[in-house]
Every structure is written in C-alpha cells, then in structure tokens.
C-alpha cells in the first residue's frame, strides 16, 4: 500500500511512539495527583510537551491548552469567544474554504443569534485582506481564518488579517493544523489571539491537540464543559499523559527545511508524471502560494471515487476526510469556482516525511493504468 494521504493523517513517527510508550505502562499515573511521585513525574512530562508545542508556533507554555484535537480546539475558541464576548458585538467573519469544524460551530452560533459573514476566495483559493477589512463592523468581535487549507493546502496571509484585526481590537483565530510542523509559525509576528492544532497531521498520536490563547484577561473563552479546573479552567479532564507526551515530541521534530524541500520536490515529480498521462489534468490551488506536498488534482471527465475503486494499492482521498461519507461536492472546491462534475472528478494528494520517489513513481504508473483500462 502506497500511503498519499497525509492531510487525512500522517503516520505517527516511530520516535513519537517511543517517547508515549513507557507512559501507558511502566511511567502511567495521573498527572492530576500530585502527592505521589509517579504523579509528579507525569505532570513534569505534560508541561515538558507544554514546552514543546509553544515553542512550535512561538508561543509561551502557559498559552497552551490541551484538548482531544483541532475540531475542539476549533470549537472552544469559536463558541468560547463569542459568547465571552456577547455583550461587546455578535458578528464573525470568516472565509468559505474553512474546514468544517469551523463553519459548523458558526452555523451553529448563528442559529443561536449570532451573524456570521463568509467571506469568497479568489480562483486560486485564497482571501483578500482588502475584503476581510470591508467586512468589520463596529460589532466584530471575532475574525476566523485557517492558515493552510485541507483540501487544496492553500497558504492564507494570516500577518495582514492579524494586523488588521489588531488595530481594529478584533479577537484573530487560525485553524493551523494543517499548517502546523510544515510552516513556521509566531502567533506574536501574525498577531494570531487563537490558533488551534492536531498532534496527528504532524506525525504525533490521534486523540490530542492544543487552542493556544494569547494571555490577556479579556482573550480567554467560555469553557464548553463543566468539570475540574485544568488547563486553566478552560478544558477540564484528566490529561491524557501519553498522547500529550507524543504531542509535544512531534513538535519538536518538526519538519526541516530540507525535509520539506525534499517533500517539495517529490510533490512536483507527481504533478509532471500525471500531467504527461492525463491530458486537461487541473490543479487546484494556486500552487505559488501551497504548501509542499498536498496537491488537489481533477482528472476530466471521470468521477474521482470510481477511478479510486481501481486503485486498491494506493491511499488517495476526495477531499476532507471528515466529509467523505456525505457524497455533497467538496464545499472548497466549490468556492473555487469548481461546478459539481470537476468536483466529483478530483482527488486530493498528501505527501509527507515517509513518502519516497520509488512510491511516488509507482502511484503515477498505478493510475495511468487505471486510466488506461478498457470501458467494461
């Protein structure tokens, strides 16, 4: 099997592994307790991975709130944010190619009372600052833009939004999991107040990720569980000390910046190997402003799920995983201008550390078979 999927998931790295394993057995207590010694050793490795994750994104460790993933990092900031500052105004803005657990969540504020403006992209994916500063009004308390896309990995300007919203006193959150480990990132230069990440699209465990929080007394959210008072009061619950311990040991193998070059190099040698088998091949995205590695492709004409059929060996998807069962065209797509047949004839591809040229060579002679086969 040919793994090519990565913006789903990225394998969990093998050092990753290493450093969670002793924490299920041998070095398991509850980092909550801290009248043991066990306990103690626990929590001390919980505010190590604390460490770690802030230094990713040039934060400071208290910043830091661990949650199961980015979908509730999403939700807390979102819902937490606006109904913190419900007195102050009631309009968010955000951008339509947002992933899912960001736009629902506002959906969801809106049914509640809230206006929520969707700002469009441009053909190649990506929001105007121009357009995001028309959109403020004096009611704008929250402004939500992701700082790499999951379908198209389309990079957003998140400095000039951030700046933006800063002069104007508007709270700026990033959905940054897909950005995360593959983009520097300094919530202090993009004056980013919120940003949320996934320990599972940076080669770290499933089950764990982190709302960073910009320290100021009026930036905190309405926690959306009752409970203990960890993590600031914001999230209550026991810490899951293996998951944060690989958490925090992902971060810090990071991506280098020739690790990224090589994923680069490997994502172009894709895209040249199927333009020359598939005539009108389409990427989607400006790729001038894409991160290495994910790539949105229509194959003209063909429907993305049937060719997948023919293609057992290889790990591709449509679009968001999350979205794969609903059969509704890809909403991303469809805000780049993409009409339901393009849609439904594209696939997404997702390269990472692991991925190496022999797999890459082999997926493209894998289609052009599939291609190549006889109508039945």
């Known amino acids: 099997m040919i793994y090519l999927d990565c913006p789903a998931t990225t394998p969990c790295d093998p050092r990753v592994l290493d450093a969670m394993l002793p924490f299920f057995s041998a070095a398991a207590a509850n980092p909550h307790n801290r009248h043991h010694a066990p306990g103690r050793a626990a929590a001390a490795a919980i505010e190590q991975a604390r460490r770690q ?26 819902k937490g944010i606006a109904r913190a500052w419900a007195g102050r ?24 009372g809230w206006t929520v403006t969707i700002l469009p992209v441009d053909g190649g994916g990506r929001v105007d600052p121009d357009h995001v500063a028309q959109a403020l009004r004096s009611d704008t308390i929250l402004v939500s833009v992701m700082a790499v896309n999951n379908e198209t ?32 990132i300094d919530v202090g230069a993009s004056k980013i107040d919120l940003l949320s990440l996934s320990a599972h699209k940076l080669y770290g465990p499933p089950g764990v990720g ?8 009026s930036n905190d959210p309405v926690p ?63 790729p001038a402003y894409c991160v290495a590695g994910t790539l949105s492709l229509t194959f003209p004409g063909l429907d993305a799920t049937d060719l997948m059929a023919d293609l057992p060996d290889l790990a591709l998807s449509t679009g968001a995983a999350c979205q794969a069962e609903s059969g509704a065209p890809s909403s991303v797509l469809s805000a780049l201008g993409l009409d339901a047949p393009a849609a439904q004839a594209t696939l997404r591809f997702g390269l990472g550390r692991f991925t190496t ?16 086969k006889p109508e039945p």
Do not use: K
Not at 98 to 105: F, I, K, M, R, T
Not at 162 to 179: K, N, T, V
Not at 248 to 272: K, P
Not at 357 to 372: C, H, P, Q, S, T
């Open 53 to 78: 994750v802030a230094s990713l994104i040039a934060a400071r460790p208290a910043e830091i709130i661990f949650t199961s993933g980015a979908t509730e990092a999403n939700n807390l900031a979102l």
């Open 89 to 112: 105004g009631r309009h968010i803005v955000t951008v339509a190619t947002e992933h899912a657990s960001v736009l629902e969540p506002l959906a969801a504020l809106a049914r509640e």
């Open 153 to 184: 990995g389309v990079i957003q300007p998140l400095a000039e939004i951030g700046a933006l919203c800063r002069a104007r006193g508007i709270l700026f959150h990033s959905d940054a999991a897909q950005a995360a480990g593959r983009l520097p």
């Open 210 to 217: 982190a709302l960073y929080v910009r320290q100021c007394a």
């Open 224 to 286: 959306l569980l009752d409970g203990g008072g960890q993590e600031r009061g914001l999230r209550p619950g026991t810490l899951p000390t293996p998951l944060c311990v690989g958490f925090g040991q992902a971060c810090a193998l990071v991506v280098t910046e020739a690790e990224q070059a090589g994923i680069a190099r490997l994502g172009e040698r894709l895209w040249q190997g199927l333009r020359r088998r598939v005539p009108g091949l389409r990427r989607n995205g400006n």
């Open 357 to 372: 040229e022999m797999e890459i060579d082999r997926a493209v002679a894998m289609i052009g078979r599939a291609l190549a």
